[in-house]
């Protein structure tokens, strides 16, 4: 019996363009994440109601990092995050809010304050 074709590598070698200091920014996110799931109040009042009617919790996320390369901008759109080679979209800003993960530079954040 032939042995299965091996499968691709993913990324592709050619597309993987992740700088040390980016892996070390998204571990920090995940970092960040996992707190926030941790310290939730709701989250542990929901489990704490599951475990009052006789059943063990065991929590599994699954958190997806997606990165899109920026291409070029206009110096009227630059803001804190593109001085460090990350740029969010509103949407990108709107789902780490949703996370409770703010954003230096956020202007949504300074308007709130």
Known sequence: MPLPAPLPRWPPPEVNKVTSRLRELIQQLGEAIHESVIESEQIAGVVQDIRK??????LMLEATIGLNEVGS?????????????????????????????????????????
């Open 53 to 58: 009617h006789g059943f063990d919790v065991l």
């Open 73 to 113: 901008r206009d110096a009227g759109e630059e803001d804190a995050s593109a001085e460090e080679g990350v740029a969010f979209t509103q949407n990108d800003l709107n789902f780490l809010k949703s996370l409770r993960i703010s954003v230096e530079g956020d202007t949504d954040e300074e308007t709130e304050a």
